[in-house]
């Protein structure tokens, strides 16, 4: 049979979404699962969210504004940037992966730390560029140097997930401060800052604040997480206006739909909100994390939703025995399980499904 399909795609894993509550509940006879494996946030869409949907429904047989103005201005004056500085996508990843088509050709290398998010290597292959893991240090954090040394002649670009997905560690200013000194400035650096609106470190930077002047530096950014759009796929980036103009040239049309550019803009009114609750989710992160290390796992520092436990090739056994339970998390075999902070009353579920996998 003729292939139609590149071939080096085959040793590519595809990405693994977290496990279907309903399937989970289906197997297990119950009337509810709890999912704590894809890092949402728990509490429901923000105040007038809802109603900005409804409201944009009416005009959905209408193509959407392509160019996102009335978002990107308010986007714009809530970072306090200009607005031809943004670029709007159907998610941060999906504007990762638009990033990698603007400046990557085949062959061309992509720097990333190792384990970090998982679609790094997809988006990556899917542009026939080259993926350079640097291993994560012992402590499970970026190891800034080791990738500043791997950088070549044919790199285009360097991501830096700060917070880091799966792990929850953190770059501080100063080690970052090094690390973009010591970039070429033909290279892009990519602030991948998917959780900035759950770090509670002083010593974490914002991306946009502290390098926004930086012509070789890009802010990937998200509302799917403490904005609650993840069901909307609503995300943006910061750059330099020519680098942003590029991009925009090679952006799907029309990608950020009319719903989610409402509800985007309705979320935004609701900063005091998002506050509020990223600070619950702090508190219980907090809480779960002190928790694990009481039943002896080595949790490291976690500044975003979700704590990373380095369980090994025991990852399997121990979502298995949670999911038995009633709890999806997310394992990453052989390395690792990321469990996302929930209510409190499903993080007690969850504590007390750990307690029994850790002594099976």
Known sequence: ????????????????????????????????????????VPYGPLPGVAEAVADAMRQSHRYPDMGSVALRDTLA??????????????????????????????????VYSWRSFEAYPIISAGAGATSVRVPNTAAHEHDLPAMAAAITERTRLV???????????????????????????????????????????????????????????????????????????????????????????????????????????????????????CALVVAERDR??????????????SQANFVWLPLGDGSAPFAQSCESRGVIVRPFQGDGVRVTIGTAEENDAFLAAAEVALKS
Request: aromatic residues 4%; hydrophobic residues 45%.
């Open 77 to 110: 004056a809530k970072l306090g940037v200009a607005p031809e500085r943004i670029v709007t996508g159907c998610g941060s990843v999906a504007l990762a992966e638009i990033l990698v088509k603007a400046t990557c050709l085949p062959g061309d290398e992509i």
């Open 288 to 301: 779960v994390t002190e928790a694990m290390r009481a039943l002896g796992v080595d949790v490291p520092s």
């Open 159 to 277: 991501i830096v997930c700060n917070p880091n997905n799966p792990t929850g560690t953190s770059v501080r200013k100063a080690e970052l401060d090094r690390f973009i000194a010591s970039v070429p400035s033909d290279v892009l650096i990519v602030l991948d800052e998917a959780y900035r609106e759950l770090v509670t470190d002083p010593e974490v930077p914002d991306g946009v604040e502290t390098y926004g002047d930086r012509p070789n530096v890009l802010v990937l950014r998200t509302m799917s997480k403490a904005w609650g759009l993840a069901g909307l796929r609503m995300g943006y980036l910061v750059a330099q206006p020519e680098v942003a103009a590029a991009i925009r040239k090679v952006l799907t049309p029309f990608s950020t739909s009319i719903v989610a550019q409402a509800a985007a803009i309705a979320a935004l009114g609701q900063e005091a909100e998002v506050r509020r609750r």
């Open 1 to 40: 049979m003729t292939r139609l399909t590149r071939a080096d795609l085959d040793n590519l894993p595809a990405y693994v979404p977290g496990r279907n509550l309903a399937d989970l509940t289906r197997e297990l006879g119950i009337a509810e699962a709890i999912k704590l494996a894809s890092n949402e």
